[in-house]
């Protein structure tokens, strides 16, 4: 398994940006999709956004699609997620995740190793 550790979270007026980051330990970050979920209190956690293993492909939940851009940098064993426009309904903790499945459609269960979370707030 490869541990991970969030970073980047804060609180932020509407129409602000964050940039979260995701940094992997190991040797073998680039054999893992990553993912970003979030979790709202009182809600399940959802998918937010993925990144195929070469960074190639991703896939985007479509409340975030235009606003959100996750990216990779496998030299450096760690993963983003540019967060633009943010609005409060998009505050929540956010986790990022590593698996070994790709397809067109993510979800929790797809994802073995997670990280502690970081909290995003957005004020209005």
């Known amino acids: 398994q490869v541990q991970l550790v969030e970073s980047g979270g804060g609180l932020v007026q509407a129409g602000g940006s964050l940039r979260l980051s995701c940094a992997a330990s190991g040797r073998t970050f680039s054999s893992y999709a990553m993912g970003w979920f979030r979790q709202a209190p009182g809600k399940e956690r959802e998918f937010v956004a993925a990144i195929s293993r070469s960074g190639a492909s991703n896939r985007y939940a479509d409340s975030v699609k235009g606003r959100f851009t996750i990216s990779r940098e496998n030299i450096k064993n760690t993963v983003y997620l540019q967060m633009n426009s943010l609005q409060p309904e998009d505050t929540a903790v956010y986790y990022c995740?590593?698996?070994?499945?790709?397809?067109?459609?993510?979800?929790?269960?797809?994802?073995?190793?997670w990280g502690q979370g970081t909290q995003v707030t957005v004020s209005s």
């Open positions: 995740a590593a698996g070994t499945k790709w397809g067109p459609s993510l979800a929790v269960a797809d994802f073995g190793s």
